[in-house]
């Protein structure tokens, strides 16, 4: 087996305010190739070196296997940034960045497998719960067409989701996440046409039937739990995070970037605007300076609400505690929420910009669409999180999806 890695020299090290500068110092670039992004209906190669470059895919990686192994909040951080340029961009790394936490829970033999050979490797997912699962002496048996796996031409590994069959007739079926390498999977470019997020390369995988081993598996309610096997040899306060927390905020936080863009657009777009027909000028319509002002106020209050939520639950790691349950379900709802509060703030620019927000051209069309789009993950429906927040309350046990 692969043993971990030597960490990189300390001064070749980057901080968090040196990663977050580099995501920022990128925006202009992103910006101006947000068209192929979207055109292509994938990230570009070059900001894809350009994220390598940077350290950004190292951020939530161990420091065993050349990582940063760095507070959340940096990761998070860096997304917003890069999603303020383009969204699709700041989607992808946020689903592709994200993994390394995931890799880290998972068996040491695993992980040796996906960073042995580079620990520059990377890594998508879909955790669709679609694929046929046989269970067979030493592991699984897999088959399936899997959706929505964010960034896959650009990785080596996919993680899928599949319910294992029960052991015993009538009991309950166990999800799992199989990881399998980029020889198991065929990857299907000619699926993913969409109105927002276009960028993202979110292709189908398909499998026919390979063979995963145990090792290569990790239990939902490991995860949930916070009992990973990962856990024994990386043993950092940041790997006893429930993994769904981590995760939902990473399909949620690009948003924020989203959002960025659009408000700045409507400024923009405002500054100069005339209404042929009225001749009122947009910077002196007061319902659209109150609907600029209320996104940017609400923006920065989910961000502070985001920041708050992981420097809590870091400070719980830290002293070895248990996150509440209490805590889980508050916070994976405020995730979920977020993604539908800017998307409406965005309308409430839109509807006040006129014709000149229609064009194609728009500065604010391809943010509001993305944030849309958005809105579709399943992590992003706050329905399907109002019953574990009003149990919580009441003392009931919620279910683990998603905590």
């Known amino acids: 087996m692969a043993s971990a890695v030597a960490m990189p020299r300390a001064d070749a090290l980057r901080s968090a305010s040196e990663l977050v500068a580099l995501a920022r110092a990128m925006i202009p670039t992103l910006q101006k190739r947000a068209h192929q992004c979207v055109a292509d209906r994938d990230v570009p190669a070059a900001s894809i070196a350009e994220m390598h470059e940077a350290g950004f895919f190292r951020i939530l ?29 700041g989607w992808m790394y946020g689903v ?44 699984f048996r897999l088959s399936g067409r899997w959706g929505f796996s964010t960034g896959s031409v650009h990785c080596q590994w996919v993680v899928l989701g599949a319910l294992v069959p029960p052991a015993i007739a009538g009991g309950a079926p166990e999800m799992r996440a199989f990881l399998l390498p980029r020889s198991d999977y065929v990857i ?120 708050v939520t992981f420097e809590d639950l870091m400070d719980i790691a830290e002293l070895g505690q248990p996150i509440p349950m209490e805590k889980r379900t508050l916070y994976a709802y405020n995730s979920a929420s977020v993604v539908r509060r800017m ?23 391809q943010p509001w669409l993305d944030l849309h789009a958005g809105r579709a993950h399943v992590a992003n429906d706050p329905a399907n999180r109002t019953g574990d927040v009003v149990g919580a309350m009441s003392g009931q046990a919620p279910g683990f999806t998603f905590l």
């Open 96 to 139: 592709v960045g994200c993994h390394p936490y995931e890799i880290a829970l998972f068996h040491e033999q695993a992980q040796a497998e996906v960073w042995g050979d580079d620990t520059a490797t990377l890594v998508s997912s879909s955790y669709q719960p679609v694929g046929k699962v046989t269970t067979v002496e030493g592991g």
């Open 343 to 365: 998307a409406d703030l965005v309308d409430d620019m839109v509807k006040l910009l006129g014709g000149r927000a229609i064009y194609n051209s728009s500065p604010i069309l």
């Open 188 to 307: 299907d470019t000619d699926c993913w046409h969409v109105f927002g997020l276009q960028g993202t390369g979110s292709h189908d995988v398909i499998v026919d039937d390979v063979f995963v081993p145990e090792h290569r598996t990790h239990r939902s309610v490991d995860g949930f739990l916070c009992t990973n096997p990962g856990q024994e040899t990386n043993t950092g306060p940041l790997y006893t995070l429930p993994w769904a927390q981590v995760f939902m905020r990473s399909v949620s936080t690009a948003a924020f970037g989203g959002a960025r863009a659009a408000i700045n657009a409507a400024r923009e777009i405002g500054a100069s605007r005339v209404s042929t027909n009225t001749g009122k000028a947009s910077k002196d319509d007061p319902f659209l300076m109150a609907a600029i002002a209320r996104a940017h106020a609400e923006v920065t209050e989910m961000e502070t609400t985001l920041r």
């Open 61 to 89: 990686q161990p420091k065993r296997w050349g990582g940063y192994e760095m507070h959340p909040n940096v990761f998070y951080d860096v997304q917003k940034a890069l999603a303020e340029g383009c969204m699709s961009t």
